[in-house]
């Protein structure tokens, strides 16, 4: 029990501290579910080094080898020191997913919840502390006690065949056996490095990207502010031509300063988005419905909540799955009047899916010059946005609230 135990604890250590160092460059298609492995990595090292402890403190061990003193304190000392890395690095990391602002939860290997430690907010910083300090200190002591292990091994007094299967113990297999592990331990940490790395998929280049890409969301104006209305046509003059030309169809460019948003709730708490980047295709006239054309592609990889954890979270295979489906798109198929305002119906491409949505809105046309703002609900679970533990609508609901309001000139 104490070789398995102490292999197996081995591997798992190396593939964390190399997962744990390459999670902040991982590009954000990955990082979510890098972290979310990461955490259960982290718990089932948490498991094995309690057991390893039990096995250590009430099973019996072979006799102590004889050696300078200085040397068994120092072999003594990084024993306890990595007991204590195996167990406090897990516990660190479980506080900080308990204290995040965000508490996004966990599913062990995608299978066993993991509830929240019942700790305060003050804990966040000084377990996040910790936990970058334990990851320095593993290295350092695999390191020594690496050092050690092959310092008996040269010495010829065959310590190290303790923690190998009895056919290997002895020599000359030993010393295959010490090879094979050196090669499994490195392995492992490039296996954590290197697991979760794959570029990000690039979103096909827009043509004529309005500037409005770049434009921010104004988070303190109501998001489903209203243009004013059109303002109605004069009656006719008795000396006005009995017949007005309609206004033909007409391509609209998008100006700066658009924006398209999102409102859900997760866990009673409001949830405000947007998307940075977006295009809109507009070919429009009030009075030709019949001809007029929308269709606007969105980035999701644009997406902001106001936590960039959510945002992965988003971004990740659960909700959009930007690395194989990095765009929406809205297309109208037909555009009728409604009221002083009009509804656009169309379907929206999202997440490997297509459905109809009808999306309402009000125009202001004034010349050259258009003002436009508008809402839509988008049945999240139609597309498969938010699986698994997501897809409980008593936690997010199923419909979600877009909105968006730019301005237009006629080209």
Same mark, same amino acid.
């Given at each position: 029990m104490a070789i398995l135990l102490h292999w197996a604890l081995a591997l798992l250590l190396l593939f964390q501290l190399g997962l744990g160092w390459a999670l902040e460059d991982l590009p954000s298609s990955t990082r979510f579910a890098a972290f979310q492995f990461h955490k259960s990595v982290?718990?089932?090292?948490?498991?094995?080094?309690?057991?390893?402890?039990?096995?250590?403190?009430f099973v019996p061990r072979p006799a102590a080898v004889e050696g300078a003193p200085a040397l068994k304190l120092l072999a003594g000392a990084v024993h306890w020191l990595l007991y204590g890395v195996m167990i406090v690095g897990p516990i660190t990391g479980w506080i900080l997913i308990s204290t995040a602002r965000v508490k996004l939860p966990t599913l062990l290997f995608g299978v066993v919840p993991l509830p929240h430690l019942p700790v305060g907010r003050a804990l966040h910083e000084p377990a996040e502390a910790i936990h970058s300090l334990v990851g320095l200190l593993l290295a350092g002591l695999f390191v020594l006690h690496v050092a050690g292990?092959?310092?008996?091994?040269l010495l010829r007094d065959d310590l190290i065949g303790r923690m190998m299967p009895a056919a290997i113990a002895r020599r000359p297999a030993l010393s295959v056996g010490v090879a094979v592990a050196l090669v499994a331990c490195i392995g492992a940490f490039l296996a954590g490095r290197l697991s979760y790395v794959r570029a990000d998929t690039p979103a096909a280049p827009a043509a004529d990207v309005p500037a409005e890409a770049s434009a921010p969301i104004n988070e303190t104006a109501p998001a489903t502010e209203p243009a004013a209305p059109a303002s109605p046509a004069p009656s006719p003059? &008795?000396? @006005?031509?009995? #017949?007005?030309?309609?206004?033909?169809?007409?391509?609209?460019?998008?100006?700066?300063?658009?924006?398209?948003?999102?409102r859900t709730v997760y866990s009673g708490e409001a949830i405000n988005g947007r998307f940075a980047r977006w295009t809109a295709d507009i070919q429009f006239s009030p009075d030709d419905l019949a001809r007029s054309k929308i269709a606007v592609d969105i980035d999701l990889a644009s997406v902001s909540s106001g936590d960039a954890e959510r945002d992965d979270t988003l971004k990740g295979e659960d909700f959009f799955g930007v690395a194989?489906? &990095?765009? @929406?798109?809205? #297309?109208?198929?037909?555009?009728?009047?409604?009221?002083?305002?009009y509804v656009a119906d169309g379907t929206l491409a999202l997440a490997g899916a297509s459905k109809p949505v009808p999306v309402a809105f009000t125009l202001k046309i004034d010349g050259d010059h258009a003002q436009a703002s508008g809402t839509a609900t988008v049945r999240r679970l139609a597309f498969g946005v938010g699986k698994g533990q997501w897809s409980d609508p008593t936690t997010i609901p199923d419909g979600t609230t877009v909105t968006f309001r730019f301005a237009a000139d006629a080209r």
């Open positions: 982290g718990i089932l090292i948490l498991a094995l080094s309690l057991a390893r402890l039990l096995v250590r403190l292990a092959l310092r008996h091994h003059s &008795p000396s @006005a031509s009995p #017949t007005t030309a309609a206004m033909p169809v007409r391509s609209w460019k998008v100006a700066p300063g658009g924006t398209l948003g999102f194989a489906h &990095p765009k @929406a798109r809205f #297309t109208a198929t037909r555009i009728r009047k409604q009221g002083s305002g």
